[in-house]
């Protein structure tokens, strides 16, 4: 997420517009899909720690491509470098995530999304600041070195390969290879359309926000970053939440409330700030930034309460599982973007949103995926 911040002038550097630049968010879905069918398999042979290992590389490599992409091929090249180690990571932290809860016998994977969201936060932020001290290149090399440094002592806390329970917990057989279609995966379809559908969001409102706040609004550099900041704030503040409402509430409720009533506030606020915007500024960024925090507190517990629902099910090993669905909703996380892009070309930046709040409401609906 380091890059967000600086999306709008890694944009206008490339010299790309916004159909052709959702064009190049194809990159880290391209890569983020063979991640997350390669970690699978390889978690299951290997376990998490050494995958985790490998993407520890890869994913300050993809920084450091991105931070000399020129044309759109290798930011194209750069993305796809980046979303196929950050889909490693994912689906080994998740696995490992799995099996500390096992441990501790209490819930903490939406505590773990929300260090995830805090990084993303900070980073962003970080990016903001220094817009006006650093080029885009710069930031991006001061991340990925950071980054690199600060993965060396925590791979070291991880649970071994003994520990993490990668070919299932022994006391069933479970699966390596699935097929990718059939009836028996029926419910991994059903839970990643659902993870799918929130991870639209979630990177729209992630890659987006930034420039429909500077093009489609005329808020001035520095401040379009936000739009991404209350996001990341919201996502933070419930995921760290999460546990206890998954808790209270229970997975299924709380995914359908923050579906429905998070994307229905998102879309009011969009559909007040946008035409606001041109007769008082000031106000409608606050509508729109509260528009954001509606997002990201409906969206926060979605991710842990999906890939936890694909954990449990029977006869699939954990980690077999959570590739699996990482695969179809990864993907999405990459794919909002793009047809983001696409719609706003055909129509505009403002119409466009219109897809990831309705995806939002989606991942509401498909709450009924998860067991109890």
């Not at 001290?133 to 001061?142: D, Q, S, V």
């Not at 606050?286 to 842990?304: C, D, K, R, S």
């Not at 449990?312 to 980690?319: D, N, T, Y």
């Amino acid at each position: 997420m380091a890059w967000v911040a600086r999306i709008p002038e890694i944009k206008d550097a490339v010299g790309l517009s916004n159909g052709e630049f959702g064009f190049v968010f194809l990159g880290s879905t391209v890569g983020a899909v063979l991640g997350a069918q390669i970690a699978g398999r390889a978690i299951h042979t290997f376990g998490s720690r050494p995958v985790i290992n490998l993407s520890s590389f890869l994913l300050p490599a993809g920084l450091v491509a991105m931070a000399y992409s020129k044309t759109a091929p290798e930011l194209f090249f750069a993305l796809m470098l980046m979303g196929f180690g950050y889909a490693l990571t994912d689906m080994s932290v998740n696995t490992q995530a799995v099996v500390v809860e096992k441990i501790l016998n209490q819930k903490w994977m939406s505590s773990f999304h929300g260090m995830w969201s805090l990084g993303s936060f900070v980073t962003t932020v970080f990016g903001g600041v220094m817009i006006s001290f650093l080029t885009p290149k710069e930031n991006l090399l001061a991340v990925a070195a950071i980054t690199l440094i600060a993965f060396i002592p925590a791979n070291l806390y991880l649970l071994s390969p003994a520990e993490d329970e990668h070919a299932g917990d022994g006391e069933e057989i479970t699966e390596a290879k699935i097929p990718f279609f059939g009836k028996s995966v029926l419910p991994l379809w059903a839970i990643g359309l659902g993870l799918i559908a929130g991870m639209v969001a979630e990177g729209a409102a992630s890659d987006w926000g930034a420039i429909l706040l500077r093009d489609n609004m005329n808020i001035s550099k520095g401040v379009y970053a936000s739009a991404f900041a209350s996001f990341a704030l919201a996502m933070i503040t419930s995921r760290f939440l999460g546990d206890k409402a998954l808790e209270k509430f229970g997975a299924r409720n709380t995914v359908r409330y923050g579906g429905i009533y998070g994307g229905g506030g998102w879309a009011l606020c969009l559909a007040i700030a946008i035409p606001l915007s041109s007769v008082a500024t000031v106000p409608a960024l606050v509508i729109a930034n509260i528009g954001f925090i509606f997002a990201g507190l409906g969206i926060g517990p979605m991710f842990p309460a999906f890939i936890l629902a694909a954990s449990r099910l029977k006869g699939i090993a954990p980690a077999v599982a959570i590739s699996r669905v990482g695969v179809i909703g990864i993907a999405g996380f990459f794919i909002g973007p793009t047809v983001t892009g696409v719609l706003a070309q055909a129509t505009s930046l403002s119409w466009a949103m219109a897809y990831p709040v309705g995806m939002m409401i989606l991942a509401g609906y498909m709450s009924r995926s998860i067991s109890e």
